[in-house]
Nanobody
Framework: QLQLVESGGGLVQPGGSLRLSCAAS????????IGWFRQAPGKEREGVSCISKIGGITYYRDSVKGRFTISRDNAKNTVYLQMNSLKPEDTAVYYC???????????????????WGQGTQVTVSS
């Protein structure tokens, strides 16, 4: 059974950091483009960052550029999202997703990926 499991969310003060992890089971992440998405209450889900199958190409939405870093370790079947300088507007449920699409912009902005995790809550508040 294909499964994606996110971890690492929590409550953090503005300016703090968190690292989210997305672990896959039942399939090899190395064959898929991976993305992190988020959905805040009352808002549409949005693509945050996406990474190509080998990891050489990344996409970030403008509001997180310079603060978030996506990476992947295919040997560990895990993708990470390092989030620094967190802001209250980063508060959301964060999901990882996988899809066979090659283009990271398409993954994050255009398509609805085929495989999703259950999400992890990130709350940025003082």
């Amino acid at each position: 059974q294909l499964q994606l499991v996110e971890s690492g969310g929590g409550l953090v003060q503005p300016g703090g950091s968190l690292r989210l992890s997305c672990a896959a089971s039942g399939f090899s992440l190395g064959y898929y483009t991976i993305g992190w998405f988020r959905q805040a209450p009352g808002k549409e889900r949005e693509g945050v960052s996406c990474i190509s199958k080998i990891g050489g190409i990344t996409y970030y939405r403008d509001s997180v550029k310079g603060r978030f870093t996506i990476s992947r370790d295919n040997a560990k079947n895990t993708v990470y999202l390092q989030m620094n300088s967190l802001k209250p507007e980063d508060t959301a449920v964060y999901y990882c997703a996988a899809d066979a699409v090659r283009d990271v912009h398409s993954m994050c902005v255009i398509i609805r990926p085929g495989y999703w995790g259950q999400g992890t809550q990130v709350t940025v508040s003082s």
